[in-house]
Nanobody, 119 residues
C-alpha cells in the first residue's frame, strides 16, 4: 500500500520557519520525482516545489523562491520542505506527492499538513 505521511505543520509568525517532512512507503521512492503542493482555503492546489529522483535538481514557484528549500533522503524514504521567512499568504494545507503537477488525478498524494502563518 502506498503511503505518504506529512508532518511538521503548525502555527508560525510572519518571518518564522517551519520544516515539513513526508514519510513514504509502498513504492520505489528513489524512482519518482517528488513535489510539494499547497492548497489555501477556497482555492485550488498550487505547485510549490519539485525535486528530481536523485535530488540533484530542484525547482520552486516564484512565490517561494529564496525562502523554501526542498530536499530528500532516498535512504530513509523521506522528503522535506524547509520554509523560512514565512508570510501570511503561505497559509495552506501542504501536500507531498509524486510527480510535478498539482492535479489530484496525477500521482500519489499524502493527507496534508496545515501551515498557518499569523501575526
Amino acid at each position: 500500500e502506498v503511503q505518504l505521511v506529512e508532518s511538521g505543520g503548525g502555527l508560525a509568525q510572519p518571518g518564522g520557519s517551519l520544516r515539513l517532512s513526508c514519510a513514504a512507503s509502498g513504492f520505489t521512492f528513489g524512482s519518482y520525482l517528488l513535489s510539494w503542493v499547497r492548497q489555501a482555503p477556497g482555492k485550488g492546489p498550487d505547485w510549490v516545489s519539485s525535486i528530481s529522483m536523485a535530488g540533484g535538481s530542484t525547482d520552486y514557484a516564484e512565490s517561494v523562491k529564496g525562502r523554501f528549500t526542498i530536499s530528500r533522503d532516498n535512504a530513509k524514504n523521506m522528503l522535506y520542505l524547509q520554509m523560512n521567512s514565512l508570510k501570511p499568504e503561505d497559509t495552506a494545507v501542504y501536500y507531498c506527492k509524486t510527480g510535478r503537477r498539482a492535479i489530484r488525478t496525477e500521482g500519489y498524494w499524502g493527507q496534508g499538513t496545515q501551515v498557518t502563518v499569523f501575526s
